[in-house]
Structures are given as structure tokens and as C-alpha cells.
């Protein structure tokens, strides 16, 4: 069964502290995947997405890296602004119908 | 482009009742997800829909059902409602759902009492 679990549930950094949260993961045929932030009240927002092992995105503070059972997403130097929840989740599937899942995601808290 | 556009936002409901969701997507996305969010539970997979067609579908018991329109809008159903339906539904839209970003809604806030 397609499984993910990302760790820590919870992370308080002060800005500046850079840190990485964890994403470790198992799927039938991955087709990719995905991290996305959610802040209180509102739908995940997309951030990045990946599809193979040894691939690697950047966006701003954020790095997001594939492994063939984990991904990390690295924040570097945080801002109080990039306190949120970040949610892995992963696609696998064929063309008989695709199946997104989630992890529990892990809380961000950066104090200034 | 307007984005996913989820209704009613907030919902309260007594147990036994029944209740009925509604989600819009992006404009020329016909791949429909849905998703309940709860504190403990996180974001649990219900059902994914595409042109009219369920194409895969979580592990909720049937009372959970849904449907998609021809012109790509989705509804959700829950009947005989318990307590422990009360969560945050999310809708999320994409072009074709393979390998694929999501885009969701900001979801309809569902209390039942």
C-alpha cells in the first residue's frame, strides 16, 4: 500500500536556522513527487515537484531533493514569513486512475 | 484564471442529516480530486474523477460519495452524518491528474453536531 511519513511532526527554528524536514516514502510506479505548504484556514499551495531519484528543484529559501525512498526539502536561513505546515505527497498509478497521497505533514514554526 | 472555487465555506450540520458539497475547477482542468483534512488524520484520499468518471477512490465507507459534470464541476455527498465526519474538505483540480500538480480549493469547513 502507498505510504508517507514525514518527520519531525513539528520544527521551531529561529530565522536564520536552516534545517531540512524529512519525507520517506513507498509507491507503486511513482509518477511523482510533490511538496506542498498550507497555511492555517487555507488549501495546500504547490511548491515543488519531482520525478526521479537524484533530482533536485530550488525555489527562494526552499530545496527540495529525491532519493529512490525519501526527499527532503531544506530550508535555508528561514524567515518568520516561511512558517506553515509542508506536506510530501506521492502519485502513483497508471492511466486507470491516479491516487495522490499525503503525509501528515510538519509544522513550521520560525521565530524572529 | 479564477482558481478552484469550493461552496458553501462553512457547514453545520446535526448527525443523521445529509450534506452536499460543491467544487468548481479551474477552467479546462477535468481531473477532480477530493480530500478530508482532519488534525489527527491529515489528508485522506476519498475520490479523484475525471471526465464524469471515477477513475480511483479512497478507503471511506460508502456513505461518501461523489459525481463530476460534464462541464468538469464536482459534487461531493455524505450521508447519514456522524460526529466524526466533521473535517475540512478540499477539492483539488488538475489538467489530467497524472503526475500532475494538485490546485485546491480552500475548502469547506464541515461540523457536525
Known amino acids: 500500500e502507498d505510504q508517507v511519513t514525514q518527520s519531525p511532526e513539528a520544527l521551531r527554528l529561529q530565522e536564520g536556522e536552516s534545517s531540512s524536514l524529512n519525507c520517506s516514502y513507498t509507491?507503486?510506479?511513482?509518477?511523482?513527487l510533490f511538496w506542498y505548504r498550507q497555511d492555517p484556514g487555507k488549501g495546500p499551495e504547490f511548491l515543488f515537484t519531482?520525478?526521479?531519484a537524484g533530482e533536485e528543484k530550488e525555489k527562494e529559501r526552499l530545496k527540495a531533493t529525491l532519493t529512490k525512498k525519501e526527499s527532503f526539502l531544506h530550508i535555508t536561513a528561514p524567515k518568520p514569513e516561511d512558517s506553515a505546515t509542508y506536506l510530501c505527497?506521492?502519485?502513483?498509478?497508471?492511466?486507470?486512475?491516479?491516487?495522490?497521497?499525503f503525509g501528515a505533514g510538519t509544522r513550521l514554526f520560525v521565530k524572529a | 484564471k479564477a482558481g478552484v472555487t469550493q461552496t458553501p465555506r462553512y457547514l453545520i450540520k446535526t448527525r443523521g442529516q445529509q450534506v452536499t458539497l460543491s467544487c468548481s475547477p479551474i477552467?479546462?482542468?477535468?481531473?477532480v480530486s477530493w480530500y478530508q483534512q482532519t488534525p489527527g488524520q491529515g489528508l485522506q484520499f476519498l475520490f479523484e474523477?475525471?471526465?464524469?468518471?471515477?477513475?480511483n477512490k479512497g478507503n471511506f465507507p460508502g456513505r461518501f460519495s461523489g459525481r463530476q459534470f460534464s462541464n468538469s464541476r464536482s459534487e461531493m455527498n455524505v450521508s447519514t452524518l456522524e460526529l466524526g465526519d466533521s473535517a475540512l474538505y478540499l477539492c483539488?483540480?488538475?489538467?489530467?491528474?497524472?503526475?500532475?500538480?494538485?490546485?485546491f480549493g480552500s475548502g469547506t469547513q464541515l461540523s457536525v453536531l
Open positions: 477552467s479546462g482542468h477535468r481531473s
Open positions: 519531482l520525478y526521479s
Open positions: 474523477y475525471f471526465s464524469e468518471t471515477q477513475r
Open positions: 505527497a506521492v502519485q502513483g498509478g497508471n492511466t486507470g486512475g491516479f491516487k495522490t497521497i
Open positions: 483539488a483540480s488538475s489538467s489530467t491528474g497524472g503526475g500532475e500538480k494538485l490546485f
Open positions: 509507491v507503486s510506479g511513482l509518477r511523482g
